[in-house]
């Protein structure tokens, strides 16, 4: 018996006709042909998840082309649905390229799909993120675009209290935070990002806001913030550089 072992020892030890080492010395091979059909295994979840993630976001679409603004209060039109059409196809892209990137590598940890992207807030059907950085408001709402977003836009009462105590909660010695609203196109014309006009106002009275003070400079106080101490809205000019408040529609998920 041990002569027998000792014949089959030295035949492994030999090369093959192709001038390599017979597969039984190549054990890391092997882990390594399984760790690769294991990883192609879940590449193939992946496509399936990307898939998933497509058929949310062709009904998304849908449902904003069929439904309109989901802002209660928010007239319809064509400037409001495209916002958020380009949202919705920049949230897509960010989910396209995060499982892609995932599915080459396979020890990376899948996060579990949420109403609302990791770090936002989430109130009623809507998204909030508050910046740590500050910018000024033109750079601000371009910030929030490329994030898939908008600066935020207030239609309800509901809305502006909710987003009022988190300010006032995270805002610290920043309570000031650009929201969506300016008069740039025309002076004394306040609209939103998504060129809807004002439904309901919260100017501080005391202030008299808005009131262009000359403080501003030659382009006046074209666009607005959000003041956590006053629970109100001011005018401020447009490259004083604030942090800001982005905001998305939620993903329905069930």
């Not at 909660?169 to 306040?190: A, M, N, R, T």
Request: charged share 20%.
């Amino acid at each position: 018996m041990e002569e027998n072992y000792t014949s089959l020892q030295e035949l492994t030890d030999q090369p093959t006709p192709g001038g390599n080492r017979p597969i039984i010395e190549h054990s890391n091979d092997s882990r390594g042909l399984k760790r690769g059909i294991e990883c192609l295994r879940s590449q193939t979840a992946l496509l399936m998840v990307i898939g998933f993630l497509a058929s949310i976001c062709t009904n998304i679409v849908l449902t904003v082309l069929l439904t309109g603004s989901s802002v209660p209060g928010a007239p319809q039109d064509s400037s409001t649905l495209g916002l958020k059409l380009t949202s919705v196809q920049r949230r897509f892209i960010q989910l396209c390229e995060d499982y892609t990137a995932l599915g080459q590598s396979c020890s990376k940890t899948v996060k579990p799909c949420k109403q609302c992207p990791e770090g936002w807030l989430h109130v009623g059907d809507q998204c909030y993120y508050f910046s740590t950085d500050k910018l000024d408001w033109l750079k601000s709402r371009d910030s929030c675009a490329d994030m898939g977003s908008h600066l935020t836009i207030l239609h309800t009462m509901e809305q502006h209290d909710a987003l009022e105590k988190e300010v006032r909660k995270i805002g610290g010695f920043d309570y000031h935070f650009w929201i969506g609203l300016s008069d740039l196109e025309k002076e004394g014309d306040w609209r939103w990002v998504d060129n809807t006009t004002l439904q309901h106002e919260y100017w501080d009275q005391l202030s008299s806001e808005p009131d262009n003070h000359l403080s501003g400079g030659v382009y006046g106080e074209d666009c607005a913030t959000l003041n956590s101490h006053s629970k109100t809205w001011f005018d401020v000019p447009c490259d004083h550089i604030y942090k800001r408040i982005c905001q998305m529609d939620f993903i329905q998920l069930n």
